[in-house]
């Protein structure tokens, strides 16, 4: 039968983790002190050893996994790769566990970012093919098409290793449209000034001027991205035919007065 030292020898064999292995430290000092043979003693001198070798390889992954981890965008490889080796060091010491989680936490957040990164570049190139094609020859580009491209380019500012290129170009072509509804809203602004003074020849020609802007910012749609815009053209034209049909009255009148 075994002794009580023996026995704690064997049963201490099965343990994992730093708790197993201090009690197997502490089994194997006291059965040695017991006087067990070198013989019983030999396969928890292996276990030991293995135990020690397994913290070795664990030690070393999860120092190739923090390595890694920073160079996950260009190189997603690596870190996989050290990941699938974890699996054959399985139990992982709490420090290779922590990594192993947050690495696959990575790589899981960089798949999705690179999805939309991808999506958000196809759907950019898209909307900036239609923009420069209906802009060709002096035509205007659609209400819609302008602004998802605008708020495309702003998205793009977000996105990690979005292609610089396409970005520079969007923010080029975005820049001229947010410039020309600039000059749109600077020309809505003379036409209601010029409506408080009712001058007929300053109102006709910002009212040219505004409806050539929007036509230039909202594509000549006729759904224009400002519903204040055409608002304001309905009331100046209202106020055009009023001062018309006062004009006409006043010259009935005179006309009436001579005759």
Not at 119 to 129: F, I, P
Not at 212 to 218: E, F, G, K, Q, S
């Amino acid at each position: 039968a075994d002794t009580p030292a023996e026995a704690e020898l064997l049963a201490a064999m099965g343990g994992e983790g730093p708790k197993g292995r201090k009690r197997l430290e502490e089994a194997l000092h006291s059965a040695k002190t017991a006087g067990v043979s070198a013989e019983r003693l030999q396969p928890a001198v292996a276990r030991l050893e293995a135990i020690d070798e397994h913290d070795r390889r664990c030690t070393m992954l999860a120092g190739s996994i923090r390595r890694a981890m920073p160079t996950l965008q260009q190189e997603p490889w690596r870190l996989q790769g050290f990941l699938d080796s974890a699996n054959a060091l399985q139990p992982w010491p709490p420090e290779l566990q922590r990594l192993v989680y947050a690495a696959h936490e990575r790589v899981r957040q960089s798949v999705s970012s690179q999805h939309l990164r991808r999506t958000l570049e196809r759907d950019l190139r898209e909307v900036l093919r239609r923009v420069r094609g209906a802009r060709v020859g002096g035509q205007s580009c659609a209400a819609e098409d302008a602004s998802a491209l605008l708020q495309l380019t702003e998205r793009a500012k977000t996105v990690a290793d979005f292609d610089e290129e396409l970005q520079r170009e969007a923010a080029k072509l975005a820049s001229v449209l947010q410039r020309e509804r600039c000059q749109r809203d600077v020309a809505e602004h003379r036409l209601r000034l010029a409506l408080k003074t009712r001058d007929v020849g300053e109102i006709e020609r910002c009212m040219r001027e505004v409806r050539a802007l929007t036509h230039a910012v909202d594509g000549g749609s006729g759904r224009s991205e400002a519903p204040h815009s055409t608002r304001l053209m309905k009331a100046a034209g209202a106020v055009l035919r009023q001062m018309s049909d006062g004009q006409a009255r006043r010259q009935a009148a005179v006309v009436a007065l001579q005759g």
